[in-house]
């Protein structure tokens, strides 16, 4: 039966669409992404694939790969991009125009920032199922963490656990925030 | 075995017990029984693996009307004590706390090779907190023969908002730069083990042992 399968399998999707986006922010941007249980084919290929879109100095939060490297082509825009490893220097800090392309390697951390044009990419994953951990926002290791681990991790108040915690309602996609100073000392 | 009697004073390297040689290879035994695999100590541990939600809630009962109000929430806390076996998926974030009376030994078995890295197979620790580079720079003073290794370790030490610009992290996280700074903890000398103040307070269920002496308290 596996030649059936081959044969009627789906070979094309489109994650341009902004109705199929899997996470959206009116005041941030979107990000779809399309990986083996959306596309069957792509676990021959050990492929999944992200497009994301950031309107105006939006940020998408920092995050590592758990299980995949991330090749990211700028199709449109500009942003500024930092990638961190295991020692002190981020290993990319730059800002990547429409064309160019970066590659993320698995487990090193990176944040994205849109410029005044707006930044939009799609990325290329290692893994067919390829998965990410956010360090900021609802779904972030952070988060995750008892505030008191927090507090005496980063020698902070329990307000400014707090607010490590809590700030960030959004999930992976943050419109800019220009009075975020402020919030936090409230 | 009795909490007094866990006093390991100090490690040393063991040979095995017994080793069996066969036709294409050795098998090799450790005693089990040795102090030093028998005092492991206890403690809690937390794994935050994305997508999970945060199970582990607690509310505050105000005096005056009664109502609830939230107060924290995080992802499940295990507990473990000696002989227990802890599997870590790939690439999650963790940490974990000795909650017992002795010292908490633990060995860490890391799978270079497992199916999800497809780095190298050198092993890297990405730290959240902590900032454990100036500890490691004193070890690399006291003695050159290691000079390599502890290079090595130093470059792996470094916790992974230091890399961060403090402006984007700070609007990332929606906090003071401030703030941001103590996330990147670069004056925090204390290594990646910390001492807790007054223990650490986090909602968990308590231990076996715990609820039995509880409800024999509440008992009739």
């Known amino acids: ?186 | 075995r009795g909490q007094s009697e866990c006093r390991v004073q100090s490690l040393s390297a063991l040979e095995p017990a017994r080793r069996i040689e066969s036709e294409a290879g050795v098998t090799e035994f450790w005693d089990e029984s040795n102090e030093q695999f028998q005092c492991a100590g206890r403690g809690i541990q937390g794994t935050m693996i994305p997508g999970c939600p945060e199970t582990f809630q607690s509310f505050q009962q105000s005096q005056e009307g009664g109502s609830t109000r939230f107060n924290d929430h995080h992802q499940k806390i295990q507990s473990y004590r000696q002989g227990d076996i802890i599997a870590l998926p790939a690439g999650v974030a963790h940490w974990c706390y000795n909650d017992g009376e002795t010292p908490l030994v633990a060995v860490s078995v890391l799978d270079t090779s497992n199916y999800a890295n497809q780095l190298d197979q050198n092993p890297r620790k990405f730290y959240l907190a902590g900032n454990p580079r100036q500890q490691q720079q004193q070890q690399q003073e006291s003695g050159s023969s290691y000079h390599h290794q502890q290079t090595q370790q130093q470059r792996s030490g470094n916790n992974i908002f230091n890399g961060f610009d403090v402006n984007i992290l700070a609007e990332a996280f929606g906090v003071s730069t401030e703030t941001a700074r103590k996330l990147q903890s670069e004056n925090d000398n204390r290594g990646n083990i910390v001492h807790v103040k007054n223990g650490l307070q986090v909602i968990r269920p308590p231990r076996l042992e715990e609820e039995e002496r509880q409800q024999e308290v509440r008992g009739n």
């Open chain 1, 1 to 186: 039966g596996l030649e059936e399968t081959i044969c009627t399998t789906r070979l094309r999707d489109n994650i341009a669409d902004p109705s199929r986006a899997d996470m959206y922010n009116p005041k941030g941007g979107r990000i779809t992404s399309l990986n083996s249980q959306k596309l069957p084919i792509l676990s021959y290929l050990q492929l999944s694939a992200e497009r994301g879109v950031l309107y105006r100095n939006a940020i998408m939060a920092p995050h590592w790969n758990l299980n995949a490297h991330s090749v990211i082509y700028v199709t449109r825009g500009n942003g500024r991009i930092q990638v961190v490893g295991n020692y002190k220097q981020a290993v990319f800090d730059g800002e990547l125009h429409q064309g160019q392309l970066l590659i993320v390697p698995q487990n090193f951390a990176v944040v994205k920032q849109a410029g005044n044009d707006g930044f939009e990419w799609v990325a290329f994953k290692t893994n067919d199922n390829a998965m990410s951990s956010p360090l900021a926002g609802r779904f972030s290791v952070i988060r995750g963490m008892p505030e008191e681990v927090l507090v005496n991790a980063y020698r902070i108040s329990r307000a400014d656990a707090r607010n490590l915690k809590y700030n960030r309602e959004e999930m992976v996609v943050f419109g800019p925030q220009s009075g975020s100073q402020e919030r936090a000392s409230a």
